[in-house]
């Protein structure tokens, strides 16, 4: 190829740019004209709606309009003949007259007769209508009156013991209830003695509530000024569990009480009136019938090897195998009392009776004065589930063998110390 040819095909940068330029142009010019074009079609077709709506409405208008006339001329048609029929009939009905009137002086006495049945009958149905409301009226009463003894009778709930409890804010029938009987199932006893039919309107800060023949009550710190005859006073109003008090708690001077003691109060149906209370000397010098510290049951539970010890002074008794919580911190850590023991406790999150095969607690529990639970919360059980024991599944409780868990209920007091720890 010459050098001349070359120079003919080459084109120069500001040309090329030029001939670019107006091929854009011509794309832009050619997508406004489409968009021109879009835009007038659819204008109109608006315009165009309406002038085809009048026409069609004036092309139907017109048959309409004969149609109407059609029938305004059948109308009148109708009408005269209409007209033509009444006369005829009104003659005839004349003549029926004329007939009826000669017939009537015959039928008159039937029809006085007729009467005379018929008010009768009206009178006689009147009566066994009557008859038949004061029978449903009566019975309707019996009814509602067998109703009421009903309710009476299952208000009514004897108490060997009545305990006076003043509701504090947040407290409710269910709270209530598990804290002096650890079950649900009190709620409704207690509703139906206070007699309450609404709790959760009807339960209110301040209000006092009647505790019947509670299980067990409360923990009590000794404040200044108080004696063993005021505590007894205050939560039994009698002076008559004075010595009873006294043993539960293991004091020997209950005319010196230091402040700040921690005394169980446990319900009246536990414990024995009129007890003698021990005297200071004897105080002074226990006798040999008195436990010594070294004869005093202590639980061990070591979580790391799901074993629980019984000790009677440095002596080991038993070692039971048991489970313990899920995580590490589950089953609390530290040295708590055996602040309740319960035979078939209920299952309160599952609603399941003491006793019931699926309940998993057991056949007894021993509840433990962890801080804030009232030894409502955790404690050592039984279980449903033996296969479980030896592991660590348990949502915080110490579980063991039904067989186990019933001898630590024959054998340890009440407030027996039991010690859980992480390990050796």
Request: glycine share 6%; charged share 25%.
């Amino acid at each position: 190829m010459s050098d001349k040819q070359v120079q003919r095909n080459f084109e120069p940068r500001s040309r090329r740019f030029k001939r670019e330029r107006k091929q854009k142009r011509k794309q832009i010019y050619g997508l406004l004209v489409m968009f021109i074009m879009a835009f007038v079609f659819t204008a109109g077709i608006w315009i165009a709606l309406p002038i085809l709506k009048a026409g069609a409405y004036a092309l139907l208008d017109a048959p309409i309009e004969q149609m109407t006339k059609n029938a305004q001329e059948d109308n009148t048609d109708s009408k005269a003949s209409s007209a033509n029929n009444e006369s005829d009939s009104e003659s005839e009905q004349n003549n029926i007259n004329i007939t009826e009137k000669e017939n009537s002086g015959s039928s008159a006495e039937e029809g006085t007769q007729s009467k005379e049945n018929a008010n009768k009958e009206e009178n006689e149905q009147d009566a066994h209508a009557q008859k038949t409301s004061n029978n449903n009226s009566d019975f309707t009463e019996n009814a509602q009156n067998d109703a009421s003894q009903k309710t009476n009778k299952t208000e009514k709930v004897t108490a060997g013991y009545v305990l006076s409890h003043k509701v504090q804010r947040h407290e409710t029938l269910f709270s209530i209830a598990m804290h002096y009987y650890a079950t649900e199932s009190y709620q409704d006893i207690l509703a139906s003695y206070n007699h309450i039919t609404n709790p959760g309107k009807q339960i209110q800060a301040g209000m006092t509530l009647d505790i019947p023949d509670p299980k067990y009550m409360i923990y009590h710190t000794v404040k200044r000024g108080e004696s063993l005859l005021t505590i007894c006073n205050t939560y039994y109003d009698t002076s008559a569990y004075c010595g009873a008090l006294a043993r539960h708690n293991s004091i020997s001077d209950p005319n010196h009480l230091e402040l700040g003691t921690r005394l169980f109060i446990p319900s009246p149906i536990l414990m024995d009136k009129d007890v003698q209370l021990p005297k200071e000397e004897e105080s002074e010098v226990p006798t040999s019938n008195e436990p010594e510290a070294n004869d005093t049951y202590n639980v061990t539970i070591n979580k790391a090897k799901n074993e629980l010890t019984v000790s009677k002074g440095n002596k080991v008794i038993k070692t039971f195998p048991v489970g313990t919580g899920k995580e590490k911190s589950t089953t609390p850590e530290g040295t708590f009392k055996i602040a309740n023991k319960l035979e078939n406790p209920w299952y309160r999150e599952g609603g399941i009776a003491g006793g019931d095969p699926a309940n998993p607690l057991g056949s007894n529990w021993l509840g433990l004065d962890v801080p804030g639970t009232d030894g409502t919360l955790y404690g050592i059980h039984g279980t449903n589930n033996p296969d479980s024991i030896g592991t660590h599944v348990s949502q915080g409780c110490v579980r063991m063998h039904n067989k186990d868990i019933e001898w630590l209920y024959d054998y340890l007091p009440m407030y027996t110390t039991v010690k859980i720890i992480s390990g050796e």
